[in-house]
């Protein structure tokens, strides 16, 4: 088999793949004889058909097939003869294939790209962090009151500032009453429709009408009367409750307000820890991505955006939203720049864990899927819920984020780290910053879990269209060549992981998020 290479760029190669004529006229045997039987032919019996009438019929078809079937047997024996390792499945961009001669096929992939690493020891950073102090503590307290607000029931009559549930008729004039069931209104003063309400009783009824002005701006009722039947079947008032010694009782285990507080600060110091963390993992990635430029593959920029859309799908559909609506090609083109960035980071991190020889060991894997068992009281055995994991891919995610942390630990132990702590206001203008300047790096698909170049290779090295999923393609039938990263099979769940989460705003003090979930 002759090969032919050509460099694109760093990460896009090309193959010219020289067939011999026995293995094209081979394969058109194989594909003729797997469509005879299936297709009907006027004249002929089911499977009869010479092949010179099913190549006039189906003579596109028939070499499309042939032309797909020796790309998947012949392309990885091809990059192999090349000294390249794709990280991508090829697309086929031209297909000379005659039955009885020799054939062509020329091929385009992405590779792995090439990493100069920057100087990654003795580096200096700013720790940016949030002060948490009186006031700090204080509107947080506020915020657990307002959570804990109760609404009871009223006796006597409606007033402003009651919740009333009522059920209403209403007619406007020259048009259908509608009626409406189970409504709820917060009374207020200066509202024509509340001041009629001002006052009723539980299971009261009442007619009313009401003018509505000349100017209003729903046209069709302006200058109308509206006749209203309504009856009013509860009142309530919102109690929120004092902050005391019961309250904080009532919040858990806390023997008094005071042990409440400092419960409360410990939470806010871990929370503010836990953010400046964070923000200062992406500020070493945004110091040295800029100390190496380098490009990425497209292919995997185009997986990465999947998984923006996927994730944003679901968000979407959370909210009522059909996905079909949302234009998707806006939406990648909107977060191109922040794919392209994300697997930067984890090519990157990926480099500097192969250099330092950083490795997870299977106890430390185990020790966090046990740590994660405790954390949400899963009774199920350890076997069993660790196959469980290995099956959704969820194992080869926690490696690789250990071996992110173990990558930071090991830059931050040689870096010179400054603190820098924010008040209230400095760190809102620090979230607001980041919003605009759409900071941060967001869930990624790759991290440092030590894949050679990639371990996505379902995902076709061609132009990838704008909106098409990648969990679409079909997968090669044959098995390939096996990476360092877990291959995954056909419909698998794929893992999502991150080289450094990004906190865009305060984090609130609760517990840690579960690991498994973290994505950093």
Not at 300 to 308: G, P, S, T
Not at 499 to 512: C, I, Y
Request: charged letters at 35%; aromatic letters at 6%; hydrophobic letters at 40%.
């Amino acid at each position: 088999m002759q090969v032919n290479l050509t460099h694109h760029s760093t990460t896009r190669k090309s193959l010219e793949v020289v067939v011999p004529a026995a293995a094209v006229s081979a394969e058109f045997g194989r594909v003729l004889a797997r469509l005879a039987p299936k297709v009907r032919i006027p004249g002929f019996r089911p499977g009869k058909a010479p092949k010179d009438v099913l190549m006039g019929r189906y003579g596109r078809e028939i070499e499309a097939e042939v032309a797909e079937n020796l790309t998947k047997q012949l392309f990885w024996d091809a990059a192999a003869n090349a000294s390249v390792q794709p990280v991508s499945q090829p697309a086929l961009e031209a297909a000379e294939l005659k039955d009885g001669a020799e054939g062509r096929l020329k091929l385009h992939f992405d590779v792995a790209p090439e990493v100069t690493l920057p100087a990654y020891k003795g580096i200096t950073v700013n720790k940016k962090k949030r002060q948490i102090d009186p006031a700090t503590v204080e509107e947080h307290l506020e915020g657990m009151r307002e959570q804990a607000a109760k609404f009871v029931p009223v006796e006597g009559e409606a007033a402003v500032g009651h919740f009333a549930t009522f059920d209403v008729k209403v007619k406007p004039q020259g048009m259908k009453a509608q009626s409406f069931k189970d409504q709820v209104v917060q009374l207020g003063e200066g509202r024509p429709f509340d001041a009629h309400l001002l006052g009723m009783a539980v299971d009261a009824e009442k007619r009313f009408s009401i003018e509505v002005p000349a100017e209003d701006p729903n046209r069709g009722l302006a200058g109308k009367s509206v006749a209203y039947e309504v009856k009013l079947k509860d009142l309530r008032v919102r109690q929120v409750p004092a902050l005391d010694d019961a309250f904080a009782k009532d919040l858990g285990d806390f023997a008094d307000l005071a042990a409440l507080r400092e419960s409360l600060v410990k939470d806010l110091e871990a929370a503010a820890e836990r953010d400046a963390q964070a923000r200062l993992q992406t500020t070493i990635l945004d110091q040295l991505l800029d100390a190496a430029p380098f490009e990425v593959p497209a292919s995997m920029v185009a997986l990465q955006l999947d998984d923006y859309c996927n994730e944003f799908a679901q968000t979407m559909a959370r909210q009522g939203v059909e996905p079909r609506k949302i234009n998707w090609s806006a939406y990648r083109q909107s977060r191109l720049n922040e794919a392209e960035r994300a697997v930067r980071s984890g090519y990157l991190l990926q480099a500097i864990g192969n250099a330092e020889d950083l490795q997870v060991a299977d106890a430390e894997i185990d020790a966090e899927i046990r740590s994660l068992m405790e954390e949400h009281k899963v009774q199920q055995p350890f076997e069993p819920f660790k196959a469980d994991l290995e099956r959704r891919g969820a194992t080869t995610e926690i490696k690789g984020r250990l071996r992110t942390d173990k990558i930071f630990e090991m830059i931050l132990k040689q870096a010179t780290v400054t603190e820098e702590i924010l008040d209230k206001e400095a760190f809102r203008a620090l979230v607001e910053l980041e919003r605009k300047r759409e900071a941060g790096l967001p869930v990624a698909r790759f991290d440092a879990g030590g894949m050679e170049g990639g371990e996505l290779e379902e995902q076709e090295g061609g132009d990838p269209e704008a909106v098409k999923a990648a969990e679409a393609e079909d997968a090669p039938a044959e098995e390939k060549p096996k990476k360092a990263a877990a291959k995954k099979a056909e419909g698998e769940e794929k893992p999502k992981k991150a080289a450094a989460k990004k906190t865009e705003g305060e984090e609130k003090p609760k517990k840690a998020a579960p690991k498994k979930a973290d994505k950093a």
